[in-house]
């Protein structure tokens, strides 16, 4: 073989790897179907609204037998031919219609942004369009950018595959892939640090994932490096506080940009059953800051009461009283939880767990200021030991999760209770809250009236207006220490239940 024969051998390797078929398997055996022909019709359809009868696919893939290896973009097209409905119950992928289609059609500006509710269908519709930029769109580099590599992963390479296996190579642990062929660079975004990987490439277009949760001058060295004629980038988020840049220098200016924005919530997705939709609702209460993002999809402050449903005579979602006057007889298993503090209140918490109810039985509630004396470390852990008892008799808590800054009382815990797991807890504030909500609305913790201070905080516990106006997010630091001694335990125990912004792999 000569030294052209072989370059030409070579080249046709390489092209078959990287760009290679959908086989649809009928009667007479499989047929190969060209990658790029398969998206086009794909495209098409949508576009029409159904399935182009002259279409020289329509016959084949009429006959083709259902392979969900070849992806949801491929089985809707095969159901579309054999005219069956799609179903919701095996996570089909129904064809775009309505804004979710002009969402991919009509995404023609250098900024392109899908914001809006959880599950809405707007991850979905954004990688639709950008397998439509990989393939059709003009050569040059290609960037896709998240939070971290970890949840770019998770958040678009996963869908993607599912969407069409084929039109991706990628391999756990890569700093690129080649969609349809092309190369396309992966990259972090979630510190200030991350802007100096930006810097000096030329980019003809890029995808950015949650964006809100990326540093201003990460993105807008981004769009510095989209320089080439046509260039674009496609954006998703959920919504922030309106104080977020992405909503004061872009979205609020976008009469005065190059830029489509589409609202998403949830009746935008036609594939989202109807348990799922409760259960989101469900992760994000009605009364929350949370239900207002994450299930309205608006741009909202969060200002005044941070449990606004919340008060002595509260009912949870199946209205079931939250504060309850009866506690259960006897408790399988108990926990604590503690908010250090010496200049500052030091709280305990005691949880105990009857049937699959979690309740906060007792407080103990330590004010340095109002007692006018501090107490040291040795002098909490004798306080422990008094707290720790129930009708009389002593108890030994399966756990206890204490404020990650007392490092030094945690190894006073540790000493005087040996054997009891003494954890740092977890302290994530935002998620944290929204856990305690999810908690208390589901039914899934009560609080023992007798629990005082408890009540009080969380009935007054708001957030901090002067930092909000500032563009910062957090509670305002007063009268919050069972607050946190709550959240603590929450994060323990329902950890993982407010994760709205996780988008799992696939739809």
């Known amino acids: 073989m000569n030294l052209q024969s072989l370059r030409k051998a070579v080249k046709g390797l390489r092209k078959s790897i ?135 992963e998770l958040n678009c390479i996963e869908p993607l595959r599912d969407l069409l296996p084929a039109a991706i190579n990628f391999t756990t642990g890569w700093r690129h ?46 769009l510095t490096r989209l320089s080439r004629p046509g260039s674009a980038c496609f954006l998703t988020t959920n919504p922030d506080q ?23 919530i949830l009746d935008d997705n036609p594939g989202l059953p ?44 199946q209205g079931n009283p939250i504060i309850v006057d009866v506690l259960p007889e006897s408790f399988s298993k108990w926990r604590v939880a503690v908010d250090y503090g010496t200049v500052n209140a030091c709280v305990y918490g005691l949880y105990g767990l009857a049937g699959k109810i979690w309740y906060k039985v007792k407080e ?17 852990s004798r306080d422990m030991k008094g707290f720790l008892t129930w009708n009389g008799a002593p108890i030994r808590p399966a756990s206890m999760d204490v404020d990650p800054s007392a490092t030094g009382f945690i190894a006073q815990l540790r000493q005087d209770f040996p054997g009891i797991v003494i954890y740092k807890a977890i ?31 969380h009935s007054a516990y708001v957030w901090d207006e002067t930092a909000r106006k500032r563009g910062d997010e957090k509670p305002l630091k007063q009268r919050d220490h069972t607050c946190d001694e709550t959240r603590y335990m929450c994060a323990r125990l329902f950890m993982g239940i407010s994760r709205a912004s996780a988008k799992p792999a696939g739809l």
């Open 274 to 317: 109807e348990d799922v939709k409760a259960e989101l609702v469900r992760e994000n209460p009605p009364g929350t800051v949370y239900y207002l993002r994450f299930i309205l999809g608006l741009w909202v402050a969060a200002e005044g009461k941070i449990y606004s449903f919340f008060s002595p005579d509260a009912k949870d979602e």
């Open 177 to 222: 892939c080649f969609i349809f062929g092309r190369k396309v660079v992966l990259r972090g975004a979630n510190d200030v640090g991350q802007e100096k990987k930006f810097r000096g490439p030329t980019l003809v277009d890029a995808y950015g994932d949650e964006v809100t949760t990326w540093a201003k001058s990460v993105f807008k060295m981004l």
């Open 364 to 380: 103990w509630y330590w004010d340095s200021e109002k007692e006018h004396r501090q107490k040291t470390n040795a002098e909490y």
């Open 18 to 152: 990287e760009q290679p078929h959908i086989v649809a398997t009928t009667s007479t055996g499989p047929v190969e179907i060209e990658l790029p022909e398969l998206f086009d019709l794909f495209i098409d359809c949508i576009r029409q609204g159904d399935f182009p009868k002259d279409h020289r696919l329509f016959v084949l893939l009429s006959e083709a037998e259902r392979d969900e290896s070849q992806g949801l973009i491929y089985e809707c097209l095969r159901k579309l031919a054999q005219n069956i409905p799609p179903s919701i119950d095996d996570g089909d992928l129904i064809l775009p219609r309505g804004k979710q289609s002009q969402s991919i059609l009509e995404s023609d500006k250098r900024i392109n942004l899908w914001y809006g509710s959880v599950r809405s269908s707007k991850t979905v519709m954004s990688l639709i369009k950008w397998l439509w930029r990989c393939l059709r769109g003009p050569k040059g580099r290609r960037m896709m950018v998240g939070n971290t590599s970890e949840t770019l």
């Open 242 to 264: 309106p104080l977020h840049y992405l909503n004061t220098d872009y979205i609020e200016r976008v009469k005065d940009l190059s830029m489509t924005l589409w609202h998403f």
């Open 427 to 457: 302290n994530a504030v935002l998620g944290g809250i929204q856990n305690v909500a999810v908690a208390l609305m589901s039914g899934w913790l009560k609080i023992f009236r007798g629990c005082v201070k408890t009540i009080e905080e």
